[in-house]
Each structure stands twice: as C-alpha cells, then as structure tokens.
C-alpha cells in the first residue's frame, strides 16, 4: 500500500498569473478663445499612473495617459488615431477619450459616434467633406456604438460617485449625443479601428470595440479639476471592473488596424 500522501493541489502546481489591466487616455486642448484652458487634458494629466487593484483585477490598474493634448483638428484626429492605437495594440485594453462639453454642467458618458454629419469647422476653420465618413468609412455603419457592457459600467460609476462625498452630490449621465464636433469625430474613429480590427476585408464589423468617451463640464479652476479628476477616476474603476481579467498565458488581440 502507497504511503504517498494525497495530491490536494497545492505545492508545485501552477499558478496562473494575471496580465495588468490597462486603459489609455487621452484629452483635449483648447478650442474656444472663452475657454482657454480645456479641462479634458487637464483632468487626464492629473490622473494616477495607477488605480488600486478591483475584485477582478489582482494586480493594479494601470493608466496610460497621452502625454500631449488632442488638437481640435480633424485632420489630426484622423491621422493620429491609427497610429496611436497600433502603436498600444500589445498593450492596451481599453480607451477613455475625454472631451469637454461646454454647455453641460454634468459628466456624461456617451454610448455611440456618428460616421456622418459634421458640418462645423475646427480650430483651423477646416470642415469636412459632406461625403467624407462614406469615402473613408464606407465599411462602417452610420453609427457605432461602445461594445462594452455600458449600463453595467454606468451603474458601477455612479455607484462610485456617490461614495465621494468630500465633492457633494455629482451629476454623472449616460448619452447618446457626443455633438458632431471632434469629441464625436475621436470617438467614431477609435471605435472604427476597433471595429476594422475584428472585420473583414468588406465589413467594419468586429465586435469587440473597447472605447467609451467622457464629456466634462468646461470649468477648469483647480477645484472643478480636482473634481473632475475624482468622476474619471470613478468611471476608470467601473470601467476595469468591467474587463474580465486576463491570463498572462493569454494573449491579447495584436492585429492592427487599418484605413
């Protein structure tokens, strides 16, 4: 008779180890002589490398934030999305734009962008062409929308709003309109390289498109920042409570977009 004690699974077995969560983020510079400074960048530069390990997530978040500001430009939000998203495409598992929303005083996170439809210039007085999301985003629906649980997510932030009592009550809200204008435009063309990224050659149509955009109020004295600061880290938490965690034998998706 054996005397070998039981295998109970401890010892020499393997522990699988998980890949650190991490969500990149960008923001905005200034478009309105009124507002001279845009809190979208300001907010994101003032967030923390890193946001405390989540019941998911064993490991600490960790935030990627572009070090310089977004110009209010389509041809340079046109140009720098592929290049940056292939650029974190090993690395990354999420995007949070952030832009500023003038005439809201409410944080707003918005579940889709249009393809068409933009018809105010930028900064530089430039406009796009009427046929301009059908010639360079033919292969996309006229619409595309965030493919991540967004009323999970949404309910998970305001739950985490509401426990940042040092800033009184928080008016967080889901949206439907990003507004046509370059905070629109970002979004629709992130959530298009992710899309163009799971497709096919004829169909923009991947399902995993792991983007969501937040529209600030446009208030940036240092305690509306400071504010701020607390709701995107609020939404960056719900966020990556979201994401399932990642086996380091896992591989995330490394294939890249394409115009």
Request: charged share 25%; with cysteine; hydrophobic share 35%.
């Amino acid at each position: 008779m054996s005397t070998a004690p039981p295998d109970t699974g401890g010892g020499t077995a393997e522990v699988k180890k998980q890949k650190q969560c991490t969500i990149l983020v960008t923001g905005f510079a200034p478009f309105q002589d009124k507002f001279p400074v845009n809190p979208s960048f300001e907010i994101a530069t003032r967030l923390p490398q890193f946001l405390p390990a989540t019941g998911k997530h064993t490991n600490p978040v960790r935030l990627i934030i572009h070090p310089e500001a977004i110009p209010v430009r389509y041809k340079d939000v046109y140009d720098l999305v592929p290049a940056l998203l292939s650029s974190y495409a090993e690395t990354i598992d999420f995007v949070l734009h952030i832009g500023m929303a003038s005439g809201r005083e409410w944080y707003a996170l918005e579940c889709q962008a249009h393809r068409d439809g933009y018809k105010n210039p930028d900064v530089d007085g430039n406009r796009l062409p009427a046929a301009h999301g059908s010639l360079e985003f033919g292969d996309c629906s006229e619409m595309l929308t965030t493919s991540t649980a967004n009323d999970k997510i949404m309910s998970a932030w305001r739950k985490n709003v509401e426990a940042q009592t040092m800033f009184g009550d928080l008016d967080v809200r889901p949206s439907d309109d990003p507004g046509h204008y370059l905070c629109d435009y970002i979004y629709f063309n992130s959530l298009a390289w992710f899309a163009r990224k799971g497709g096919s050659n004829e169909n923009a149509n991947g399902k995993k498109r792991p983007v969501l955009f937040l529209h600030v109020p446009a208030d940036s004295d240092d305690a509306s920042l400071k504010k701020g600061v607390a709701v995107t880290e609020a939404l960056l938490r719900a966020i990556a409570e979201s994401l399932g965690p990642v086996e380091e034998t896992g591989d995330r998706t490394t294939e890249s977009g394409t115009r």
